[in-house]
């Protein structure tokens, strides 16, 4: 519990790693297995930009036709014999205008703007046919051309040769083949309406591909996002305790949650925004280009505008969103304290209290929350209205091209709906940058726990430690917790044979858990070791450690699980075999031979008097940190589980602090049995718990201060004598162990 109201806690750290979009690629190895998926994903996006393209420069048809008397193939011919020749024509009164000369025209220098091209080789020609004809020109062929001159109405003939037709003209050339060749009403309306049933079904097919592009990558995210998240809780359990004892375990469970749900949106925008809004304005600036090269100017001058105010606003959005992750953690802290806790706070009237701290912490949020909205909410008017000042400059400059002649209507009218067309992409893609850097600020809190350094000794090639043979031995063992001015062990020595049952007792703090978690090497010592058989155990694996015991921990661990499972929990083995039989019941995986083993360590403990009382037995379902058992209940079932693990080492840790004497009683005539040749190491406040130990060691401020059996301590030993007559009480009530002389502690 809190004390003292909501504590102010520091804002994370900044991330040493680069603020670029790209960052988030650093998921992409997660993807790896499933690229296949990925790359029709991205070309079903690719083809969905290409579409909205293709209905853009479907405009310029449309209009033609509509605004204009010119067929389509006379318009594609115009076309083409423009770029041949380096210049352009304009159709009036039947007659072809020359509008304007280009500076590499083919065309020679006594021909001049507003001349009339009248003839082709020596036939006068309509201006759809003089069209034609210069379009299906060889490359070396010449022509002779006929122009009438604007200012004095002299005709005049010259000699040119046309360049070479492009690939794509080579291809428009071919396309209007299948094209009504007619200007006449009829034809242009069969043409129009050819057009659009090809834009409509060029339209379906992009919605198809659009379905199946964000499905795929949608699948790929979600998979890659589920290997993530396995490689994170991989990590997470082999991080050291030291890590919870900082960190604690609610800011984990928000990475696991929050941030990744944050990295899967980040790569679906990634793999499906950012590669569908820029490829749109990819392919309509290639139109554009096709259409009148100079919309270049334009883009040049107005993306670096563009990029500066997407990048600034992502800055402010990645350190918001990095901010409210962190307040997110904190807010699951305090729920999580308030509702394990949820007895205290009512057993002491502190409803008003917890809810006004949680609403402390959710405000932090929301002020995080909406400075990130704010960004969202500014940077689409801003590009609006960057985007409008752009279009309207463009709009004044296309319209004088047009009222010069140099530009048609039609192309006016393709180029403006192209500028929206680029501007709409750039314009999502102020919001997708916003986007992705929330996301990268996920990818940094993930990555942080991914990067640090696994707990010492539980990954690597080092060898399997030996059974124990003779003796258990700590040697000037030192340890200081993070953030504590006092080591919890100072300079600790002592031995345990093999076989030996020891007992720990001291005050609170006085380092006794601290001193067994040396041994499970929950922590390794800051100075000296720990040694099996003469060997530091930091030279050999953890797990074939942690084999070789077992363990009831001062707080007992009950799984929301089966009562069954949770005591298989002390044999990985059975209960894998368990699990798989449950989810593959029409295999058989032999159980029978082995289950009965749960109901032995259950009797053993004296759990299977109350759990055979249960409406499904060894099947109940036990409740979150096994809500539904008694504190007794939940002790006998974490001891069930210890004696099932049959290891050759027990640590038991407050083993029976909260079960009745009757049943303490029981359990201990049963584990004294089960002890037999194992070495034991006991923590207790009970008198009785470690009657039955051959030593006892005393601990005091991190130090051992004597050692010896019972009735010895009892005489000698003050500190021994206090805790006795202070806390452990005998089977009968009555104080145990009161001293006679106290006596001068010995040394150990």
């Known amino acids: 519990m809190r004390l003292g109201g909501p504590a102010k806690e520091s804002p994370p750290p900044r991330s040493r790693i680069a603020r670029s979009p790209l960052h988030l690629l650093k998921v992409l190895p997660y993807a790896r297995p499933y690229l296949r998926q990925l790359w029709i994903g991205i070309a079903c996006i690719a083809f969905v930009a290409m579409t909205y393209s293709i209905n853009i420069m479907a405009l310029l048809p ?23 020749l380096g210049v352009v024509f304009s159709t009036a009164d039947n007659a072809v205008m020359l509008v304007k000369i280009g500076g590499g025209s083919t065309l020679p220098g006594e021909v001049r703007r507003r001349d009339l091209l009248t003839h082709v080789d020596g036939q006068p020609c309509e201006p759809g046919e003089i069209y034609r004809r210069l379009a299906y020109l060889e490359p070396d ?6 122009f009438t001159a604007a200012a004095s109405s002299r005709p005049y003939e010259i000699q040119i040769t046309p360049r070479p037709v492009s690939l794509p003209e080579r291809a428009m050339r071919q396309a209007v083949t299948w094209l009504p060749q007619e200007s006449t009403k009829e034809a242009r309306m ?29 699948f790929v995210a979600g998979r890659a996002l589920v290997d993530l998240r396995k490689r994170m809780f991989q990590r997470v359990l082999r991080l050291p305790l030291s890590y919870f004892a900082v960190h604690g375990t609610s800011d984990t469970v928000s990475r696991f949650v929050q941030d990744s749900q944050e990295i899967y949106r980040g790569v679906n925008f990634v793999f499906a925004k950012s590669l569908r809004e820029p490829l749109k304005a990819l392919f309509v600036f290639i139109v554009a280009m096709f259409i009148d090269w100079r919309i270049t100017l334009i883009t040049v001058v107005s993306a670096p505008l563009a990029a500066i105010i997407i990048r600034k606003f992502g800055k402010i959005t990645r350190k918001a969103n990095r901010r409210l992750l962190h307040e997110f953690g904190r807010m699951l802290s305090a729920l999580e304290a308030a ?7 009512k057993g002491y009237a502190m409803e008003s209290y917890e809810r006004k701290h949680l609403h402390a912490v959710d405000r932090q949020m929301l002020t995080h929350q909406l400075r990130i909205e704010r960004i969202d909410a500014l940077s689409s008017p801003v590009f609006e209205t960057v985007g409008a000042v752009i279009a309207a400059l463009a709009i004044l400059y296309f319209a004088n091209q047009m009222f010069e002649g140099l530009l048609s209507f039609a192309k006016f009218g393709t180029l403006a709906a192209c500028m929206a067309g680029m501007f709409d992409p750039v314009r999502k893609m102020s919001s997708f940058y916003n986007r992705v850097q929330r996301a990268n600020a996920a990818v940094d809190r993930v990555f942080e726990v991914l990067e640090l350094p696994d707990e010492a000794g539980s990954t690597g090639r080092k060898p399997a430690l030996p059974p124990l043979r003779e003796s258990i031995e700590l040697r000037n063992v030192s340890f ?16 345990i044979r093999k076989g030996e049952r020891v007992a720990f007792v001291g005050a609170n ?8 978690s040396m041994l499970m090497r929950f922590f390794d010592p800051q100075q000296g070791a720990v040694l099996f058989d003469g060997e530091d155990i930091r030279n050999f694996s953890i797990r074939s450690l942690r084999n070789q015991i077992s363990l009831v921990t001062q707080e007992t661990i009950i799984f929301p699980d089966t009562l069954g499972n949770n005591i298989a929990y002390g044999n990985e083995r059975l209960l894998r075999r368990i699990v798989l039989q449950s989810r593959h019941p029409e295999r058989d995986y032999r159980l029978e031979d082995e289950q009965h083993l749960i109901r032995q360590a259950a009797v053993a403990a004296h759990a299977d008097e109350f759990i055979r009382e249960k409406p499904d037995g060894y099947d109940t379902i036990v409740g979150e940190h096994g809500a539904t058992l008694s504190g007794g209940q939940r002790q006998r079932i974490a001891i069930a589980r210890a004696i099932l693990r049959n290891a050759p080492i027990f640590i038991f840790d407050e083993a029976t602090s909260q079960i009745d004497a009757e049943s303490e009683q029981k359990i201990h005539d049963a584990v004294e049995r089960f002890l037999e040749g194992r070495t034991a190491l006991i923590i207790a406040h009970r008198l009785s718990t470690i009657l039955q130990a051959d030593r006892i060691f005393v601990l005091e401020r991190g130090k051992i201060v004597d050692v010896g059996p019972h009735e010895e301590l009892v005489r000698r030993c003050p500190l021994y004598q206090t805790l006795c007559n202070s806390q452990m009480i005998d089977d009968t009530g009555e104080t145990a162990g009161r001293p006679t002389e106290p006596a001068a502690s010995e040394p150990v």
Do not use: M, N
């Open 190 to 218: 069969q043409t129009l309406v050819l057009i659009l049933t090809g834009v409509l079904i060029i339209g379906c097919l992009g919605g198809v591909c659009r379905f199946f592009g964000e499905y795929l990558i949608a």
């Open 62 to 84: 449309v209009i033609t036709l509509i605004a204009d008397d010119q067929g389509i193939p006379s318009w594609v011919h115009q076309s083409i014999a423009e770029k041949r």
């Open 339 to 345: 509702l394990i806790g949820i007895r205290v706070v």
């Open 141 to 146: 062929q010449t022509a002779h051309l006929t």
């Open 480 to 495: 200081t917790y993070p953030g504590s001015d006092r080591p919890a062990l100072d300079q600790v020595s002592l031995r």
């Open 509 to 516: 703090g006085s380092g006794k858990t601290t001193l067994l």
